[in-house]
Nanobody
């Protein structure tokens, strides 16, 4: 049973930083890739960042230059470091991973950025 557990969300002032973590129940290198998505109230879930099994990363335009995705295989954990946070970054952030066509999601962690 594959499980993904997010942590690290919270309330932060605009301009501040947060680091989100996503810990998997399996070796993260079994995944084809791991991603962060977010969903703001009344909005569709949107892509934030991805790191594939080879370590290649890509980002949504909204986070380029401010967000950094990384991982630690020994800890079975993926991270999203977010700098210069803006009120529009407020959302529930979800960890996602896939093994071929099978998708796995975490339960989400709330990030609230106050102005």
């Amino acid at each position: 049973q594959v499980q993904l557990v997010e942590s690290g969300g919270g309330l932060v002032q605009a301009g501040g930083s947060l680091r989100l973590s996503c810990t998997a129940s399996i070796n993260i290198f079994e995944f084809n890739g791991m991603d962060w998505y977010r969903q703001a109230p009344g909005q569709q879930r949107e892509f934030v960042a991805r790191i594939n099994v080879g370590g290649v990363t890509n980002y949504a335009e909204s986070g380029k230059g401010r967000f950094t995705i990384s991982r630690d295989g020994a800890k079975k954990t993926m991270y999203l470091h977010m700098d210069t946070l803006k009120p529009e970054d407020t959302a529930v952030y979800y960890c996602h991973a896939n093994i071929l066509s099978r998708d796995y999601w975490g339960q989400g962690t709330q990030v609230t950025v106050s102005s």
